[in-house]
C-alpha cells in the first residue's frame, strides 16, 4: 500500500458518508411493524423452529439429532469514523445475534455496499480486514459475500451457527420472579451522537470502540444454564424497545431500578450538550405507550439505540449464582436491574424513588 493510499485511510472520516450511524439507522419499530403487516404469505415448515412468528434475534431450523442451524443477517452504516474499526463492530454485532439466542457461530458471508466514487477500494480493504479479524477473535472465517456500489457505506454480515435443540433461548419465555441483567452498560447511540457532532472525548471514544468490539461469547455458556429462561440482545430499539419484546412475548411486565441500570460514564456530560440520536425519538414514538411514565433523563438512557450492545437476560433466582459464576470466568460482573411480574398496565414500570 502506497504512501497516499494509507494517508487517506488515515483522514477518512467514514460517519460523515452516512445519514445514520450503527444500528441507530434501524427502521423503526413502529414502521417495521407497518411493513411486515403486508405480508401475507407464510410457508409452513415443521422443521423452522423459530421464524417470523417472534421477535428472536435469528431464525433457528432444525436439522435432527437434537441439533439446530441458526441462521442471523445484520448491517448498517458507519458508526465509527476508522474503517478497520467500522468493520469489526459490525461483524461482532452480527454475530451477537448466535450467541444471543444460545448457539455456536459457524461462518459468516459478508455484505458490502461501497460508494465506489467517493471511497476508494483501499479503504473498503480495511472495512474487509477489520471484519476478518473480529470474526476469527470469534472462531469463524468469512466464507464470501456480495458487494454493490451504492450512494453510502454499508457493512455487515449474515452469519449461520449451530447448537443444541435445548440450549436454543428465545426471547419470549422469560418466567415470573425472573431478575433482569445486561452484560454491557448503555449510551451507545449518545456517543456516537457526540462523535458526529465533534464532541467526543478520546478516552470515551476509546470506552465506546472498546465496548462495540466486545464479543457476546458468554452466550452461549448462557444458553447450557437451565435457570436462564430468556435472553435477547440490545440493539437499535434500545433497552426498553428489546424489553418490551420479552415482556411482550413472554406474557408478563417487567419492573426495574432505573438507579441500577449499567450505564456508560460520562455520560452526564454529552446528556447535558443533548447529543442524542434521532433513533432514541422515534423508538420513544414506537413504544413510549407502553411504559410506565418515566422522566428525560430515562427516556433518553433506556430508548438509545444500541450499536453491538450486551445481553439482555432473565435468570430464576435460583439460578442466579450459577449465572454470577459464568459472568465472572468473562470478565463481567453485573447486577440485577429489575425483575419480571404478572402482566399490568403497562409492559415495563420503574420502582419508585
Known sequence: MNNSSLNEINSVKLTQ????????????PKILNAILAQCKTEFPDPSLLVGNSTLDDAAVYYIGNNQVIISTTDFFMP??????????????NAISDIFA????????????????????????????EGAKQACARAGI?????????????????????????DQIRLNCSATVGCELYLTKPLGIGILSTAQKQGILKEEDRQTAR?????????????????????????????????????????????????????TIENLSFYMEHKTFPGGTFRNFDSYGHKVAPMTDDQ???FCDPQTSGGLLVA???????????????????????????????????????
Open 17 to 28: 458518508y452516512s445519514h445514520g450511524a450503527g444500528c441507530g439507522c434501524k427502521i423503526s
Open 79 to 92: 458508526i465509527v469514523d476508522d474503517p478497520y474499526d467500522f468493520g469489526g463492530i459490525a461483524s461482532v
Open 101 to 128: 439466542m444460545g448457539g455456536t457461530p459457524l461462518m459468516a458471508v459478508a455484505i458490502l455496499c461501497w460508494p465506489v466514487n467517493k471511497l476508494s477500494a483501499e479503504i473498503a480493504g480495511q472495512v474487509i
Open 141 to 165: 472465517a468469512i466464507a464470501g459475500g456480495h458487494s454493490i456500489d451504492g450512494p453510502e457505506p454499508i457493512f455487515g454480515l449474515a452469519v449461520t451457527g449451530i447448537a443444541q435443540k
Open 210 to 262: 472498546n465496548l462495540m468490539l466486545t464479543i457476546n461469547t458468554i452466550g452461549k455458556e448462557l444458553g447450557k444454564l437451565t435457570e436462564v429462561k430468556a435472553m435477547t440482545d440490545v440493539t437499535g430499539f434500545g433497552l426498553l424497545g428489546h424489553l418490551i419484546e420479552m415482556c411482550e412475548g413472554s406474557g408478563l411486565s417487567a419492573e426495574i431500578d432505573s438507579t441500577k441500570v449499567p
Open 299 to 301: 427516556k433518553h438512557l
Open 315 to 353: 435468570v430464576t433466582p435460583e439460578g442466579k449464582q450459577e449465572f454470577l459464576d459464568i459472568a465472572a470466568q468473562y470478565g463481567l460482573n453485573p447486577r440485577s436491574f429489575g425483575v419480571m411480574k404478572n402482566k399490568g398496565d403497562y409492559a415495563v414500570n420503574f420502582v419508585k424513588p
